[in-house]
DNA sequence: ATACCTCCTATTGTATACGGATTTTTGTGC
DNA sequence: GCACAAAAATCCGTATACAATAGGAGGTAT
């Protein structure tokens, strides 16, 4: 429930009823709800697990099944939704071994990338950098957890653009989102993600045109990230709940 | 019109028209349209720039405007047709920048990619990766360009998949198929893709378990497919017409 | 002959309704 | 409490309608 009450808060914000905004915005209203519901993921406002039925989208945002199938479907090629094929979409939960090689690729593409980054970064990168850290401390700092998650990504995401390979940034994107979810499955309750000041150290590091630090750092930081996590295949479907609720009898 | 007939060819093996295959295999022939134009676009049976209208599809494959649309919104993600706002689909021409991030990642990835796939390999994978450098050699010689250059990508492809890691094989997938368009609007004529005993000399090393050894090669031969391309900025628009065909004088 | 402007056609984007199929849930009996 | 059956909910694919726009055809002026 509250998890629909904050889609609705998103989607008003943006498509508003203005009736017959019928085209023309017609693909930037879709790219507005696209981000709404994938910002609720990432920011884990939609558990995973969480069921996506068609028919409620359509009523929080104000749009036909045609365009909602339509963002699911992105959703569910970026790994974010799952839609299995008689029971509609909903919010992917990774398996420990998609955790494991979502981890794996970061660690390679990401620091793989460093030494690249070093080389195009600018001043003005530099200061964009520290401020997107800064805020992202500030949103740990208030408690803001959701915002905190969604930063960090954003973080990752910045920096391999940086890279000037739209192609690898875009998928580093990709990944930051499922590590999201990751993190959502596997993450303990008090560590989320990255520590507050690895992001500082590392713009450092690429500030002094130092790739191979960066890389090393960057490795560390991932490695600590994934070793936080406890990527154990959890039980199947039908879980003990007499378990889990004491005894029944 | 060759392309329509190569693409109606494929549809009807597996499209009867039955009619009234109204639902539940639906998807399935999805999946099936879905690669056929997947396989004729990296084929090279359509040409970078050729428009796909939907009508046409609709025809050609006897499905709705619906399905057509889903399947072309995946080629789309994907990056193998481009879909601009108000004139719909066609096949991706990829820039000189676009391509040079693609070999750049693809530089990265496969070659990162090496190492794991020399300690997962197994005797049946060789002889798997054999089998498959034999089909395209075979195809080399018989002049089945098409097929030759498919087979290519479906075998770095599958050399990712040695890799145990399902996202980053997934990513090289795409990779390989966005070189075949690349190859399709950057590369010499005479020289298409991979030299034909290459892979067969990376197997040979991946059987050996030296991954550093095939890493080292894959490096070496992603440079070259890249060196044999002729990656520059085409002209715009109107070139230089008069500049071509003599003076118009 | 060329350049520019207007109108028209073709095609896409979106919404909606419908039929069919399957999953899930509810209800009943043992 | 469990198994089985009926019912409801929901999704998937298709067909259709309509609005909106892009690109081209054609005409006109210089």
């Known amino acids: 429930m509250e998890q629909k009450m904050s889609l609705e808060e998103k989607a008003t914000a943006s498509a508003r009823p203005k009736r017959l905004g019928k085209n023309g915005d017609g693909s930037e209203r879709h790219e507005v709800i696209y981000r709404a519901i994938s910002d609720a993921i990432i920011k884990q406002q939609l558990h995973p697990g969480s069921r996506l039925r068609e028919d409620a989208l359509t009523e929080v945002f104000h749009i036909s099944r045609t365009g909602i199938r339509k963002i699911l479907q992105r959703l569910a090629l970026e790994q974010l939704v799952t839609i299995t094929p008689r029971r509609g979409a909903s919010v992917t939960r990774p398996t420990a071994k998609e955790a494991r090689d979502v981890f794996a690729a970061r660690q390679m593409v990401e620091c793989g990338l460093m030494p690249e980054v070093a080389r195009h970064i600018t001043d003005q990168d530099v200061d964009e950098l520290r401020e997107m850290a800064k805020r992202e401390r500030e949103a740990l700092k208030t408690g803001e957890q959701s915002t905190a998650i969604k930063l960090s990504a954003a973080f990752h995401e910045r920096l391999a653009q940086l890279s000037g390979n739209a192609t690898l940034a875009a998928f580093v994107g990709q990944l930051c989102s499922r590590s999201s979810l990751i993190l959502a499955v596997y993450g303990s309750a008090?560590?989320?993600?990255?520590?507050?000041?690895?992001?500082?150290?590392?713009?450092?590091y690429l500030a002094e045109g130092?790739?191979?630090?960066?890389?090393?750092?960057?490795?560390?930081?991932?490695?600590?990230?994934?070793?936080?996590?406890?990527?154990?295949?959890?039980?199947?479907?039908?879980?003990?709940?007499?378990?889990?609720?004491?005894?029944?009898?």
Do not use: R, W, Y
């Open 190 to 204: 008090g560590h989320l993600g990255c520590e507050s000041h690895d992001h500082d150290d590392l713009i450092d």
């Open 210 to 249: 130092d790739g191979e630090k960066a890389k090393a750092f960057m490795n560390h930081h991932l490695q600590e990230i994934e070793a936080s996590l406890s990527i154990v295949e959890e039980e199947a479907a039908a879980p003990d709940l007499h378990q889990i609720f004491g005894m029944t009898s």
